[in-house]
């Protein structure tokens, strides 16, 4: 059974910094994306960050030149470390990972989420 297991998330001070960490767990195949999406209150979930198994990677307008995805194909391991947070960046933070291979053609994962609360 597929698991994202995160870590990371808190309290912080504006302008402060946090690191999201996430290990999937009991997959057999090669994910072919991870990253990570967040939903605030009455809001819907949204892309943060994403990287691809190639290494590409792409970023919410809202977090360039703020946050930066990390990741570790073999070990299926992806890291996001936020750094200058402001409070509109409080949301339950997702843990997302993409299967695409010979066997399955598309079926997203998900973690169970960790909150990231921003205070002014």
């Known amino acids: 059974q597929v698991q994202l297991v995160e870590s990371g998330g808190g309290l912080v001070q504006a302008g402060g910094s946090l690191r999201l960490s996430c290990a999937a767990s009991g997959i057999t195949f090669s994910p072919r994306r991870m990253g990570w999406y967040r939903q605030a209150p009455g809001k819907q979930r949204e892309l943060v960050a994403i990287?691809?198994?190639?290494?590409?990677?792409n970023y919410a307008d809202s977090v360039k030149g703020r946050f930066a995805i990390s990741g570790d194909n073999a070990k299926k391991t992806v890291d996001l470390q936020m750094n200058n947070l402001n409070p509109e960046d409080t949301a339950v933070y997702y843990c997302y990972l993409y299967r695409y291979d010979l066997f399955v053609q598309g079926r997203d994962y998900w973690g169970q989420g960790t909150q990231v609360t921003v205070s002014s």
């Open positions: 990287r691809s198994s190639s290494g590409s990677t």
